[in-house]
């Protein structure tokens, strides 16, 4: 009897356990239709003149995309770019995108 030729991926338990059990820390609310979004963290994403990434940042500013985690490619939602910050403090923005208007709680 043979044994399969198996691809052994190494796994810390302790970070996927907490990963599992991770609360939300952000809580984004779209204006409109009340659309409510929750992740973990989150990132801004700047893109060039071409519409290509160009770099991430963690404060927010005019001309960036915000990004919420998880960070693949099955993310929770990513809103256009960011045209006015209309509003801010340190756990809360209220800004508008090229087609909507968010506000964003740390909770």
């Not at 693949?72 to 509003?87: A, G, L, R, Y």
Request: hydrophobic content about 35%; proline content about 4%; cysteine-free.
């Amino acid at each position: 009897m043979s044994k399969l030729n198996q691809i052994k991926i190494p796994v810390q338990l302790e970070d996927l356990a907490e990963a599992m059990t991770a609360q939300p820390k952000y809580r984004l609310v779209r204006e409109r239709d009340g659309l409510t979004k929750q992740s973990e963290d989150i990132m801004w994403l700047e893109f060039g003149d071409d519409g290509f990434f160009k770099e991430k940042h963690t404060e927010p500013a005019i001309g960036r995309s915000l990004l919420m985690s998880p960070f693949n490619d099955f993310f929770t939602w990513q809103t256009t770019v960011v045209t006015e910050i209309v509003e801010q403090r340190e756990d809360y923005i209220k800004f508008k995108t090229q087609n909507s208007n968010y506000e964003l709680f740390k909770i």
